[in-house]
């Protein structure tokens, strides 16, 4: 059983590596409608999370989509009403985060916390502008578009692809 106090700092290392491995592609001014670079990506990597990813929707009988550029998979859960958010947009969300390969959840906020969307992992800047405020989607997100071959503290191993469901409170 971990203690308290690891679980507390395995959420704070996991919250700041979302935060921290988005500002690595972080838009400058006036780059708010800009493509979101992925061409770092292992291909060879990539193809093999994202075939993994479709065995798991196989197995559980998920219909998700697939965006076109990335190859992301996600379920739209509700659309949202308004504008969706801009790569520059500062965003508030309710979030559970789980590892694909168990479903365990290694990261949850269940009251908005806000961040740069641009400042984030890239599986969230795909993701999260396919909905617009009050809207909720999951995303799928294989390793390379999450934290790659370093993973993220304790409970995020390199090259895991993730399950992130997420409600898009606010974006301003």
Known sequence: ????????LSVVIITSTLFIT?????PSPGECNRSIDLSYADQNKLDSQLS????????????????????????????GTGTAPTICDKIAVKYT???ME????????????SFILGNLIPGWQVGIPLVKPGGSITLYI??????????????IPAD???IFEIELVAAQ
């Open 142 to 155: 294989p390793g390379e578009y999450a934290y790659g071959s370093r993973g993220a503290g304790d409970d």
């Open 22 to 26: 988005g500002c690595l592609n972080s």
């Open 52 to 79: 993994a990813i479709d065995d798991y929707l196989t197995e559980h009988e998920i219909s998700a989509q697939t965006h076109q550029e990335s190859g992301l998979r996600y379920v739209i859960n509700e659309a």
């Open 160 to 162: 895991a692809n993730l």
């Open 1 to 8: 059983m971990k203690h308290p106090l690891h679980k507390l």
């Open 97 to 99: 985060g789980k590892l």
């Open 102 to 113: 168990n479903n365990d959840v290694f990261d949850r906020s269940d009251k908005p916390i």
